[in-house]
């Protein structure tokens, strides 16, 4: 045995070595060559976990750049811990590769994860590698850290409290419907740049972290919208016991969205119960929503005011211009 | 929108509830309805990670009971922190179904993974839930206790430790080849009692958990042996550059083992290079072998000396009754 092949050890180790490597910035990640990293947690703070995944022909187009599937899953978590006010601490992947995948795949998604690991300060702690007969499949479970005590719950809201967003809504939903099928581009008047907002808007969540500390100090509530605006919503005030109407006005449209609304009136469903947003919704009590307004607009984010919170058993109504509720198929993505 | 339709939300949502629901016993889990879990962590501990999963059609077989799969997924990560010396604290699930799994498959994976959470003391934090045109995949993140800086890692070996490992091995790998093709019984000469148990030991790993306080306090470094025992000690030996020599006689086998090695010795490749066995093998300086022993013996799991650690590049050389080093093709399970 060479010293060589020595240290590499086994094929396994040695692609772990080679593309996930790199990525070892905390030296609690023990450089993956132990079965578990370790972290000596800051007193004072909390933990706060989460878990998401992406899977190929589920969560992304098998044709999509590998750096952004990676980034998507890390991106999904990301935005979870932003809503609960968390920093980002570090992420455990596991990640299930074909056999037929060939190595400048996962040499991309290496990198592309690593590049977002380093953006978010958000550091590589360990994984699991393993070979499966299906399709690419890539669990992150991420941890984030608030002082004792402060994790932002979809519980807090109360009556009083106005129901805020960040960004925009629909858009990742209009991606999708874009990259299924290209020719709605011209059906919705969109020009190439309008088009590729939407695509890139599916492709790439962009996490509030940002507001992580504003929403901890401001909000009574919040949650991340990833499975469609009146669903979560929904989720959130059967958490608090409130009740909450959005007039359709109200609801915050990139140019995008807006025209594909305008040309196709029943995109309205798709926009609010979509999915894959990656926006916030928050509930905030009266006197902090200017602080919360001036912390958006100091991070560029926008900040949209969606209603009012009433005592109530977890009803989210949308209403139309004429204040008429409209009624969904289905409001919230689910997979079941 | 009936009251009890709000109350349990979507498809998705109402899955979680129906069979995940009774597994909450942590209050940090908030009853699996917010985006993550939150935990204090107790001061003067550090947080031991790991994770672990298991593939349809790679890690189990596709008609192996839910209850098993479920334990299986969630003891490859107690037998982590086991043999890093931590307490199990609580574990997310990330699980894949495919729209064809029927309720009854879930529901019998869930009491299994709630009976093995109760039993290891390890709590249902949070998770997600998929649907995949795949095969059933379930990824674990597992958390686990340490008092402060007491972790034991691969690299702690020192020339003049004593090498020793758990329980028996090769019996999972054997277990494996007696699934795949029942006849080898006969040739191996095994009647129904012994080969149900190298059945039970490939389907249902043993983590040593009772095992981790007293590892903590006596070994200079461990690992749990999921990848066979050779490949699995050269890189405990790679990470605290050591040396072992192992006679092949030292190596614990159980009887149906045994009996299948005499009927077949070039089995030895298997017994030694197989994996699975989710045994732990840890180095010990010489004046905390006793201690470490009578632990062993309180505990009821045999503890055997396999060698001892010299100087060296990480080489792990096993020698037959003429003490000629053994080749084997490939001295470690890789996926790769």
Same sequence: chains 1, 2.
Wanted: glycine residues 8%.
């Amino acid at each position: 045995v060479s010293s060589d092949q020595r240290a590499s050890g086994s094929a396994e180790d040695r692609l772990i070595a080679r593309y996930f490597g790199p990525l070892i910035k905390h030296p609690g990640a023990l450089d993956l060559t132990d079965d578990a990293a370790v972290i000596t947690p800051p007193p004072g703070f909390d933990l706060v976990l989460t878990t998401d995944g992406v899977i190929s022909g589920v969560h992304f187009f098998p044709d999509d750049p590998p750096a952004s599937v990676a980034k998507k899953a890390l991106r999904a978590n990301l935005s979870d811990l932003a809503a609960k006010g968390a920093a980002p601490l570090g992420f455990l992947l596991a990640i299930a590769l074909p056999r037929d995948l060939d190595d400048a795949w996962l040499a991309a998604f290496a990198q592309g994860l690593g590049e977002d690991a380093e953006h978010y300060g958000c550091a590589l702690l360990g994984g699991d590698t393993d070979r499966t007969p299906g399709l690419v499949s890539v669990s992150i479970t991420a941890l984030g850290l608030v002082p004792q005590g402060t994790m932002v719950r979809r519980s807090g809201a109360k009556a009083g409290d106005v129901v805020v967003v960040t960004g925009t809504i629909g858009d990742a939903a209009l991606g999708l419907r874009l990259r299924r099928d290209p020719s709605v581009a011209q059906r919705w008047d969109l020009n190439t740049t309008l088009t590729e907002y939407l695509l890139d808007r599916y492709l790439l969540p962009q996490p509030r972290h940002v507001m992580a500390e504003s929403l901890r100090r401001c909000a009574s509530a919040a949650m991340d919208v990833s499975d469609g605006l009146v669903g979560d919503l929904a989720k959130l005030c059967r958490a608090s016991r409130g009740t909450v109407d959005i007039m359709q006005a109200s609801i915050p449209l990139s140019d995008a969205a807006r025209k594909a609304l305008v040309a196709e009136p029943a995109l309205i469903e798709t926009i609010c119960s979509g999915g894959d947003d990656y926006e916030i919704i928050a509930s905030v009590p009266p006197d902090k929503l200017e602080p919360l307004m001036a912390a958006a607009r100091s991070a560029s984010i926008p900040l949209t005011v969606l209603g009012c919170v009433s005592a109530g058993t977890g009803e989210v109504r949308l209403l139309d211009a004429q204040s008429r509720p409209l009624a969904f198929a289905q409001p919230s993505f689910s997979h079941f």
